[in-house]
C-alpha cells in the first residue's frame, strides 16, 4: 500500500474517531454519566483527529465555552491539513 494513502486512510479514521467521541462525550455530558477526559480528546485530535473534533464541537456545540477548545482544535485541524496536502503533493 502507498504511504500517501495509508497516511489519508490515518487521518480519515482518526477523524471519525474524533467526531465520535465529540458527540459521545457531550451524550455523556447531557445524562450527568462518566465522561471522556480532555486528555483523550487532545490525544485524539493530536494524532490526525483534529478535522473530526473540530468537527464535533461545531455539529454538537461541545467545548465551544472552552478558548483552549476554540483556539486548539481549529489549529491543529489546520496544521494537520496543510501537513497532508504537503505529503501528498
Known amino acids: 500500500m502507498d504511504s500517501k494513502l495509508l497516511l489519508l486512510m ?15 462525550d457531550k451524550k455523556r455530558a447531557k445524562k450527568h454519566q462518566y ?3 480532555e486528555r483523550t480528546l487532545w490525544l485524539v485530535a493530536l494524532f490526525g483527529g ?17 478558548l483552549a477548545f476554540q483556539i486548539g ?5 489546520g496544521v494537520e491539513l496543510i501537513l497532508l496536502i ?3 503533493w
Open 73 to 77: 482544535f481549529p489549529f491543529l485541524a
Open 86 to 88: 504537503k505529503v501528498w
Open 35 to 37: 465522561r471522556i477526559s
Open 10 to 24: 490515518v487521518y480519515v479514521i482518526m477523524s471519525l474517531i474524533g467526531l465520535f467521541i465529540m458527540g459521545e
Open 50 to 66: 483534529a478535522i473530526g473534533t473540530t468537527a464535533g464541537m461545531q455539529i454538537y456545540r461541545h467545548k465551544t465555552k472552552h
